[in-house]
């Protein structure tokens, strides 16, 4: 029996780049976590209009706080992938195996170094172009579409 990939957002602060990676998971048929606090409530003006009526189709999970997520992620026995600027793994060159929750920082700062070290792999989309970050949600769904074209 396959577990499927999931997409994890820690403590994420912009409720439309939420709402966006949802309805992108309700598509492709993805789970999300969503590690708390987060800077808006569901019920968020923002979060509704980017997610639509795909957030009622949406498979979420809430978590209170990063270690309550860490010791689910272990009971359930996957790897923990990050995505973050700081690595410099190309997240093309990683092998993603069923299971993996994928996880990408909040908006403004990225995760803390407690969380970057707990995580099994980092990867990074490289930028030649340049610049700081990418958006959020572009991240998750270039993550996403690498993850589930390897694992088909
Ligand atoms: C807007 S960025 C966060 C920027 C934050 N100032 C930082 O230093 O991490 C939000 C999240 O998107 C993901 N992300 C953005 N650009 C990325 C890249 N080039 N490679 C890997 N992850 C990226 C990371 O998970 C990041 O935490």
């Known amino acids: ?3 499927g990939i999931r997409i994890a957002l820690y403590q994420p602060d912009i409720a439309g780049n939420t709402g966006t990676i949802l309805r992108m998971a309700a598509c492709f ?3 999300v976590d969503i590690i708390e606090p987060a800077g808006f409530d569901l019920s968020d003006r923002n979060l509704r209009r980017a997610g639509m009526d795909y957030l009622e189709m949406a498979a979420l999970k ?3 706080d990063f270690a309550t997520f860490d010791a689910w992620r272990i009971s359930e026995g996957r790897r923990l992938v990050l995505f973050t600027t700081k690595a410099a793994l190309p997240y093309t060159e990683f092998r993603y195996a069923d299971g993996d929750v994928i996880l990408f920082g909040r908006e403004s700062a990225g995760v803390p170094d407690h969380v970057h070290d707990r ?3 980092r990867l990074l989309i490289p930028m030649r172009g340049g610049g700081r970050s ?3 949600a572009l991240s998750a769904a270039i993550a996403a579409s690498e993850a589930m074209r390897q694992l088909g």
């Open 119 to 121: 995580a099994d792999a």
């Open 62 to 64: 809430r978590h209170v």
């Open 1 to 3: 029996m396959t577990q």
């Open 29 to 31: 048929g993805l789970a």
């Open 134 to 136: 990418l958006n959020l």
